[in-house]
Each structure stands twice: as structure tokens, then as C-alpha cells.
């Protein structure tokens, strides 16, 4: 499966984006669509995820409230609307597929996309 990811750009604080990332191929239902971001010099977080079965939405402390995974089926592709951006949101975000359990923060992605670089100016 690849995974192509886009939306990525400069905005300023406050402001908004909504990234996208579309799979090659259907995504399995047992699998879990999902968002991580790493800022320069720091490890890869975990963001948002969605349980492609259901649309069971997963977020991470720091952006709960603020962000909203959805997805479209018949597209492959997730979205991830980010409102109410902060400078600390500054980071490549990276979509991947696999499997997770939020609960006890297990991440097994067996797929990654490229990629793409969110710039919050404050």
C-alpha cells in the first residue's frame, strides 16, 4: 500500500488546514488509518487515528478538541481538519496504516507516506 499525503503548508497561529492522505488500495477493516508528526530533533508522536471498520476516532492528548479525523471509503483517503493551530503543531505530519490500541499507546503501522511539512508561525 502507498500512502500519499498532502495539505501541508505555512499558516499562522489560530489558523487552519485540513491534510489528506490517500491509499493506493483498499484499506483493510481491520486496520486503522492514522496521523503522527515529528518535530526537528524530537521523536514521532502520535496524532489521530481511525478504525477504518467503524470511523472510531483516536486522538492524542495534545490535540484533542482541535483536530478531527474523518475518512472516505470509496476514496481510500483520510483527512485530518486541524483547527486552532499552534506554533508547537509545527511538524512533518506522516499518515500510516496498521494496527493500534490508543489504551496502552501500542503502534504497529506496517505503512508510511512521506510526509508533509505543517508550519505555524506564531
Known amino acids: 500500500v502507498q500512502l500519499q499525503a498532502s495539505g501541508g503548508g505555512l499558516v499562522q497561529a489560530g489558523d487552519s488546514l485540513r491534510l489528506s492522505c490517500a491509499a493506493s488500495?483498499?484499506?483493510?477493516?481491520?486496520?486503522?488509518m492514522a496521523w503522527f508528526r515529528q518535530s526537528p530533533g524530537k521523536e514521532r508522536l502520535f496524532v489521530s487515528a481511525i478504525a477504518w471498520s467503524d470511523s472510531t476516532p483516536y486522538y492524542g492528548n495534545a490535540v484533542k478538541g482541535r483536530f478531527t479525523i474523518s475518512r472516505e471509503a470509496a476514496k481510500n483517503t483520510v483527512y485530518l481538519q486541524m483547527n486552532g493551530l499552534k506554533p508547537e503543531d509545527t511538524a512533518v505530519y506522516y499518515c500510516?496504516?496498521?494496527?493500534?490500541?490508543?489504551?496502552?499507546?501500542?503502534?504497529?503501522?506496517?505503512?508510511w507516506g512521506k510526509g508533509t511539512l505543517v508550519t505555524v508561525s506564531s
Open positions: 488500495e483498499r484499506v483493510a477493516n481491520n486496520y486503522y
Open positions: 500510516a496504516v496498521g494496527m493500534i490500541d490508543p489504551s496502552n499507546g501500542y503502534y504497529d503501522m506496517y505503512y
